[in-house]
């Protein structure tokens, strides 16, 4: 009787191994699966962002560089449009400074006419004139905080 009663439990234990492999070999599948995809998206997303940093640099660099050297010689200056400008957008003194290039002082003295801008910042000042604020503060953003 022991006998019968070891071999009924082996064929029961071995019966139990063999389900218990097929249900796991599935999860085991799935879960290799999933690793592959979630591999494959960390890829997808290292990628796309080292694409949006170069964007993001290039857009820096084309913010950040003046108007053709054509476009400025044409450009008027005028102390009521640089106040109107800043007003218009929004803008502290220190920040329209930021995206012409120049000091906050050096923006209050263009609007009170107790001095003019140079040559390279009349290129600054034609760059945002037709800025409205959203893409002003898009600038700002791209230039940050020095």
Same mark, same amino acid.
């Given at each position: 009787? %022991? ?12 019966? !139990?191994? &063999?389900?218990?492999? +097929? *249900? /796991?070999?599935? /999860?085991?599948?799935? +879960? /290799?699966?999933? @690793? ?14 080292? +694409? ?6 290039? =857009? ?8 053709? %050297?054509? #476009? ?6 005028? !102390?009521?449009?640089?106040?109107? *400008?800043? !007003? ?9 400074? &930021? ?16 001095? @003019?801008?140079? *040559? &390279? *910042? ?6 945002? @004139?037709?800025?409205?604020?959203? =893409?002003?503060?898009?600038?700002? #953003?791209?230039?940050? #905080?020095?």
């Amino acid at each position: 009787m %022991p006998n019968l009663l070891s071999l009924l439990n082996e064929s029961i234990r071995r019966l !139990a191994r &063999r389900e218990i492999r +097929t *249900q /796991t070999g599935k /999860t085991r599948r799935l +879960t /290799t699966r999933h @690793r592959r995809d979630l591999a494959a998206l960390k890829r997808q997303v290292a990628a796309l962002a080292r +694409t949006v940093a170069f964007l993001e640099k290039q =857009e820096r660099r084309r913010v950040a560089s003046p108007p053709a %050297p054509q #476009e400025v010689r044409r450009v008027r200056f005028s !102390a009521r449009s640089v106040k109107a *400008q800043r !007003a218009r957008l929004g803008l502290s003194a220190k920040d329209f400074g &930021r995206l012409v290039g120049v000091s906050a002082l050096t923006v209050y003295s263009w609007e009170s006419g107790k001095s @003019r801008p140079r *040559q &390279r *910042q009349l290129a600054g000042l034609a760059s945002i @004139r037709r800025l409205g604020k959203r =893409e002003a503060r898009k600038r700002l #953003e791209m230039i940050g #905080e020095k």
